[in-house]
């Protein structure tokens, strides 16, 4: 698979809800940067999503529209905003580094605006 295509099946999962299929797309060693720390390994992503999907992100509670894709070789950006039932996120991106078809290294930052 592309960068592009699991990007889409990250989005897809994550959407879903299915905290063990967006799971699908990363391995013991990857690495998710966040402003509140680094997140390293299966684990630690297990909590960090699940917490997303239980909480701010719940199935069916927001709406997420991407505003840019880009994808050169094996390196993503996305851009994205979003409403949530909680806050209004007016900008995030997300970064991806992918290898052997897993994400090895994710970005993330968001500015956020709680209702």
Same mark, same amino acid.
């Given at each position: 698979m592309d960068p592009a295509e699991i990007i889409n099946h990250h989005l897809t999962a994550f959407g879903a809800g =299915?905290? =063990?299929e967006? #799971?699908? =797309?990363?391995? *013991? %060693?990857?690495l998710l940067l966040t402003s509140d720390g680094p997140i390293v390994g299966l684990e630690g #992503?297990? *909590?960090f999503f699940t917490g997303l999907v239980t909480g701010?992100? !719940?199935? %069916? $509670?927001?709406e997420i529209a991407i505003d840019d894709l880009e994808v050169e070789g094996n390196t993503a950006l996305l851009v994205w905003h979003g409403t $949530? !039932? *909680?806050a209004n996120v007016p900008f995030a991106?997300?970064?991806f580094v992918v290898e052997g078809d897993k994400i090895a290294l994710q970005t993330f930052a968001a500015k956020v605006e709680p209702k």
């Open positions: =299915d905290v =063990d967006v #799971l699908a =797309d990363y391995t *013991e %060693g990857s #992503l297990r *909590e701010m992100f !719940q199935p %069916g $509670t927001y $949530t !039932q *909680e991106v997300d970064t």
